[in-house]
């Protein structure tokens, strides 16, 4: 089993409440004040979670400054309240920041019993 330090584990809720606030602002209509609270409890998770050094070497890497900007610049737009405009650049960057993670979270969801046989049907698994 995986021993998490305290901090680790406000993160994991800080991170929770977060996409939790981001979720629901989505659904009722993009409200920004649930999507601004949203990002920032999932930021400041985040850093919770792998720490504060390696949340800058993660987003601050040479390779993934576009992906940074967009995000965070994403974040900015919400908070400065356009949050339509924010969440589609808050998405974009996520999608670049994350796109090394998505096969593994794939091969991860793909072993479990009801999801990996959805996964593996002929027309959503594609040419093997």
Do not use: C
Not at 18 to 38: P, R, S
Not at 40 to 65: D, N, P, S, Y
Not at 112 to 123: S, T
């Amino acid at each position: 089993m995986i021993s998490l330090t305290d901090s680790q584990k406000i993160g994991m809720g800080l991170t929770g409440f977060g996409v939790f606030f981001l979720f629901f602002g989505m659904i009722l209509f993009f409200d920004k004040a649930l999507l601004a609270i949203g990002n920032i409890f999932f930021v400041v998770g985040l850093a919770f979670v792998i720490g504060l050094e390696r949340t800058f070497r993660f987003f601050f890497q040479k390779h993934k400054m576009k992906a940074t900007s967009f995000f965070l610049g994403g974040v900015f737009i919400v908070l400065i309240g356009w949050p339509i405009i924010g969440v589609f650049l808050e998405f974009y960057g996520f999608f670049l920041l994350f796109r090394g993670f998505f096969p593994v979270v794939v091969g991860f969801i793909r072993r479990i019993p009801v999801l990996g046989y959805l996964l593996n049907l002929p027309f959503i698994s594609g040419p093997s």
